[in-house]
């Protein structure tokens, strides 16, 4: 499995990387040698286990959000087949801001490029933008239980770097 590291130190699973590859040499694209598009950046629950006083909220998001992904993104194709502006936009953005929460920087970019066409009205642009997203959300629910079991083992230090802090 490719694992790069991001500025804080912490493991960052890309896109390339599946179950299959776990293991296996890192890739030599210089995109996967910087970590761009992290499937899932583990700083943002590191965040979140800081600020909720360890890592138990912050494993339970992640679950959560993956549970929810499948559904967030069907609301999102139906909003767009019905050209439904409002129910569109709210669709993304829920997406956006939960995979942003969770560290699934990929997800939250390509709706970030997806909202100004909803906003415009612009569905037929915004169907063709989805299917780089879809191909990006089924990436990441392939990839969930090995996210959530790196997201433990990372996580599960936490308590034994506190410790050790003063």
Known sequence: ???TLNIYGEQRLTAAETPETAGAEPATSSAAARGDNPILDLQSLWDIANDTGGPALALRFLSDFFSLQPVRLSRLLAALDAEEPTASVDAV????????MAGATEIAERCARILPLVVARDFPRARVQIADLKRSVEALMAASPLLLAHAEARLGTMGAVAAVSP
């Open 1 to 3: 499995m490719e694992t």
């Open 93 to 100: 953005l829920s997406l956006q801001s939960a995979s942003s």
